[in-house]
């Protein structure tokens, strides 16, 4: 007697981990459509691509966030018996304690790169012999942070950014200002803003109330204005151990109102005993000089002063960029700014830098709200060859050839099939028109030419195809 065995496999239920989302073929084509068109925008800027790998030494990762940050990197366990590890290490010290800290470096050392920033410094480092400066670098590349997934937060997500290190000018950050204004308006964005403040400013704020080392604490809290209103702000800053003489003393600056040149003017004569303050208002003036001249060509950005601006206190050094939408509610669709001695984390001392970032996801969600993907941006594909027998598809593969070469992205129904099943196929795929290649149309050597949208029909030459279908 002969017996069959047969092994079963468990099924399992599909599904992707917590924070992370597949992109559908027509969704890939309209994040391409952000991409490519920041992508353009950066290198006529003179900005060049690189890429880093997604995972990075734990080493080159741990301490360059803060102790939250920290907690938030993706460790990688190390590949093989990693629980033996353990054991010998515990065995060679029989004090070890089995937590984290102490585990994580026996466990785990690779990680994936929390942000695209810490990376780069270590590749100006590593590659600092073979890269001219200034170095002008733009990198599109997935993160990962172990956060808690949540609507607009996800634990996998792209970063778009650009940076320039070596070159401590200021037409760095006003190029900053024109290239979101050109990528921007390119997308189809009409009204936004592109606010503008710096760190140097804040630290003369901090200065001249008497509580520098309490910087951080108010641009925490005044970072907050638009969320918890004036009276919001002054709870917290009396929380976080400012005085209400302090609070009359910053009142004014935070509500500093008026054009760019009046709010400069007003701050000037606010930080007269602050070096540092002073420091920041001639940057931002230089910023302004700059743009002016672009101005007078007719490209007038729409920027802001704006002194509640906080972006990453503890990171930047210098002027602060975010951009906001004014048509969509929505949170800022980009922003960066200076930073000194980015590479000083991986010994080599003071480069500074400057650098800003697209948020693609929510200016994706910005253009589809506003409906200003162009049309073809969801075609793949744009024109379906039928298939109704052997006969007509050997007919069909000289046209196909003809029409890839022509550049236009084409395809032939890869079977013989029903027509309602091969227009079912050219309708899914959003294919704008269909070549109906029947008996009759090898005979006259005529297609008939059906627009999927209008429904209407055509019988055309060759060449009056390729002229149709390449317009």
């Known amino acids: 007697m002969r017996f069959s065995y047969f092994y079963h496999m468990a099924i399992t239920k599909p599904s992707v981990p917590k924070g992370t989302r597949d992109f ?27 890429q880093t790998p997604s995972m990075e030494n734990v080493s080159t990762l741990t301490g360059k966030y803060g102790d939250e940050g920290d907690k938030l990197i993706f460790k990688i366990l190390n590949s093989g018996d990693y629980w033996g590890q353990v054991e010998r290490a515990r065995h060679k010290d029989s004090s070890m304690v089995l937590d984290s800290k102490k585990l994580l470096p ?68 006003a190029e900053f200002v024109m290239i979101y204004q050109e990528a921007l308006s390119i997308l189809g ?27 951080v604490d108010m641009t925490i809290a005044i970072d907050k204005l638009d969320k918890i209103g004036m009276g919001g702000v002054e709870k917290e800053l009396l929380e976080r151990g400012f005085t209400s003489q302090d609070i009359d003393r910053l009142r004014p600056v935070i ?17 007269k005993d602050s070096q540092s303050g002073l420091a920041g208002v001639t940057e931002l003036e230089q910023i302004f000089s700059y743009l002016s001249v672009y101005a007078s060509q007719g490209i007038a950005p729409k920027v802001e002063v ?12 210098g002027a602060i960029f975010e951009v906001k939408t004014n048509e969509v509610a929505m949170g800022s669709i980009g922003g960066g700014g200076r930073y000194d001695d980015l590479t000083g984390m991986f010994g080599l001392k003071g480069l500074t830098g400057a650098g800003i970032s697209f948020g693609a996801d929510r200016i994706y969600d910005v253009l589809e709200e506003l409906q200003l993907f162009p049309q073809d941006a969801s075609i793949t594909t744009k024109v379906l060859l039928t298939n109704f027998d052997s006969e007509a598809e050997r007919y069909a593969l000289p046209v196909l050839a003809r029409l890839r070469a022509a550049g236009i992205a084409a395809e032939l129904y890869p079977s013989s099939a029903k027509l309602k099943k091969q227009m079912a196929y050219a309708d899914g795929k959003k294919i704008p028109f269909v070549v109906l290649i029947g008996s009759e149309e090898m005979q006259t050597a005529q297609f008939t030419l059906k627009d999927m949208v209008s429904g209407e029909q055509k019988k055309v030459g060759m060449d009056a195809l390729l002229t149709l279908l390449s317009a």
């Open 306 to 317: 704006d002194i509640t601006l906080a972006r990453g206190l503890n990171y930047y050094t």
């Open 106 to 173: 026996v466990l785990s050392e690779k990680a994936l790169r929390y942000d695209l920033t810490v990376p780069f410094a270590r590749y100006v480092v590593m590659h600092q012999n073979e890269i001219s400066f200034p170095f002008k670098r733009f990198q599109i590349q997935p993160v990962w942070r172990a956060d808690r997934p949540q609507k607009g937060r996800y634990r996998e997500f792209y970063q778009c950014d650009a940076d320039v290190v070596g070159s401590d000018s200021l037409l760095n950050e």
């Open 24 to 50: 559908s073929p027509a969704e890939m084509v309209r994040r391409n459509y952000i991409f490519d068109t920041i992508k353009t925008v950066f290198r006529k800027y003179g900005y060049q691509e690189i």
């Open 189 to 215: 964005l009409k009204d936004f803003t592109i606010k503008l403040n710096n760190r140097k400013i804040l630290s003369g704020i901090a200065e001249i109330i008497g509580k520098p080392e309490l910087i």
């Open 255 to 271: 509500a500093l109102q008026g054009t760019n040149e009046e709010k400069l003017g007003n701050l000037k004569e606010i930080l």
